[in-house]
């Protein structure tokens, strides 16, 4: 890979990393709920399931598409239907005072990681990412855009869950924090419209 390609690879990385999306919007309303601290593991999830995925996908799981093209549309519902469900859950979140010590829990990292496999915005980045910058699809060229996701991802994803805690400050009354919870709620059921219509 080229310098050049290297840092076009870079700012794709962290432009598609910190746009909002399904994992920064359910950060964002982690870091509000839980805190810096207590989102941690799902903030890690995020950075290492996807770096696992871009390289399990440049491996040969993008085949599985061409092979298979219903295998798409099958992701396709279940992201869906599994984001329509996230966003209830978000949008239902009970207040920090009033949730007891099972009903108030951030993601973990392995729901996070395997949320990777259901989240249209993260199969996209991974598809693009291998078919532009790993088209040879050889190992090193693989490795090298998971690596480079892996290191671009976390910080751009700590921004969102810093955002996120900062607004609690904010959401002090369970009014306040209700109406940022449906907010964040039908914002992420906004950002399926771009995979419902494509």
């Known amino acids: 890979m080229t310098h050049d390609l290297l840092l076009a690879l870079v700012a794709f990385a962290f432009i598609s990393s910190i746009a909002p999306g399904p994992n920064n919007l359910m950060l964002m309303a982690s870091g509000a709920n839980?805190?810096?601290?207590?989102t941690v593991p799902h903030m890690l999830g995020i950075g290492i399931g996807f770096t696992v995925m871009v390289i399990l996908v440049g491996a040969g799981l993008?085949?599985?598409?061409?092979?298979?093209?219903?295998?798409?549309?099958?992701?396709k519902v279940v992201s869906i239907l599994y984001l329509l469900w996230l966003?209830?859950?978000?949008?239902?979140?009970?207040p920090p005072a009033d949730r007891s010590e099972t009903a108030g829990r951030p993601?973990?990292?392995?729901?996070?990681?395997?949320f990777q496999w259901v989240n249209p915005k993260a199969w996209t980045m991974a598809l693009t990412a291998i078919a532009v910058y790993a088209p040879d699809r050889s190992l090193w060229a693989?490795?090298?855009?998971g690596l480079t996701f892996g290191l671009v991802n976390l910080p751009s994803v700590?921004?969102?869950?810093?955002?996120?805690?900062?607004l609690r400050r904010f959401l002090t009354s369970p009014a306040r924090l209700r109406v940022f919870n449906w907010t964040m709620a039908a914002l992420l059921v906004a950002s399926l419209l771009p995979v419902v219509y494509h």
Do not use: C, E, N
């Not at 839980?34 to 207590?38: A, D, K, L, S």
């Not at 966003?87 to 009970?94: D, R, Y």
């Not at 993601?107 to 395997?114: D, G, I, K, W």
């Not at 700590?158 to 900062?166: C, D, E, I, P």
């Open 107 to 114: 993601m973990t990292f392995l729901q996070a990681a395997a």
């Open 34 to 38: 839980f805190g810096f601290r207590r």
């Open 158 to 166: 700590s921004t969102w869950t810093v955002l996120g805690q900062q």
């Open 62 to 75: 993008i085949g599985i598409f061409d092979a298979v093209p219903v295998t798409h549309q099958v992701l």
């Open 142 to 145: 693989i490795l090298l855009v």
């Open 87 to 94: 966003a209830w859950k978000i949008a239902h979140a009970a």
